[in-house]
T-cell receptor, first 113, second 109 residues
Framework: DAGVIQSPRHEVTEMGQEVTLRCKPI?????LFWYRQTMMRGLELLIY????????DSGMPEDRFSAKMPNASFSTLKIQPSEPRDSAVYFC???????????FGPGTRLLVL | SQQGEEDPQALSIQEGENATMNCSYK?????LQWYRQNSGRGLVHLIL?????REKHSGRLRVTLDTSKKSSSLLITASRAADTASYFC?????????FGTGTKLQVIP
């Protein structure tokens, strides 16, 4: 099992540019989560999906952030336009509801200049 | 605000000693989970304890849960240098998991 796969691992972009983060969850998992981690705010849940359907997006900071899950094996988190304060590590995680426990990807380290 | 708050924020011990971390939370939960995060890596799920359980063991890990006090503790026995990491508790309420602020553990060889 390859685990949760995220790409890119690192992203450096300029303010105003569009950023797209990608995630492939563990096969068979029916929940997918997007988190953001910063020193100041810790680990924040942005949005989560169940069976490809967004369930709770109350953590999405602004309209500049959007997330999609077109199928069970792929999800994207898009920031448009990006701002320096979006700089953080973004994690994707998946879980199998009945067993609990989330499996995290390695994260995408985003730096917006 | 964070559902889970870990205590202490940082802990430094000698290899071989036991490490105890505490987590307090505010609302009713289905279960509570503990995760480890090594520097620059993703979180790793360690153990899950359900709201009707009081204690659970996994290798050198022992977790307790007191729902009346809304608190949990994670004990790592016979610590090793490789246990150096940040440890987070996470409360699960209706599948929405909220992470605490973490305890940074340093195990000195």
């Amino acid at each position: 099992d390859a685990g949760v796969i995220q790409s890119p691992r690192h992203e450096v972009t300029e303010m105003g540019q569009e950023v797209t983060l990608r995630c492939k969850p563990i096969s068979g998992h029916d929940y997918l989560f997007w988190y953001r981690q910063t020193m100041m705010r810790g680990l924040e849940l942005l949005i989560y999906f169940n069976n490809n359907v967004p369930i709770d997006d109350s953590g999405m900071p602004e309209d500049r952030f959007s997330a999609k899950m077109p199928n069970a094996s792929f999800s994207t988190l898009k920031i448009q336009p990006s701002e320096p304060r979006d700089s953080a590590v973004y994690f994707c995680a998946s879980s199998l509801a009945k067993k609990g426990g989330q499996y995290f990807g390695p994260g995408t380290r985003l730096l917006v200049l | 605000s964070q559902q889970g708050e870990e205590d202490p924020q940082a802990l430094s011990i000698q290899e071989g000693e036991n490490a105890t971390m505490n987590c307090s939370y505010k609302t009713s939960i289905n279960n509570l989970q503990w995760y480890r995060q090594n520097s620059g890596r993703g979180l790793v799920h360690l153990i899950l304890i359900r709201s009707n359980e009081r204690e659970k063991h996994s290798g050198r890990l022992r977790v307790t849960l007191d729902t009346s006090k809304k608190s949990s503790s994670l004990l790592i026995t016979a610590s090793r240098a490789a246990d150096t990491a940040s440890y987070f508790c996470a409360t699960d309420a209706r599948q929405k998991v909220t992470f605490g602020t973490g305890t940074k553990l340093q195990v000195i060889p």
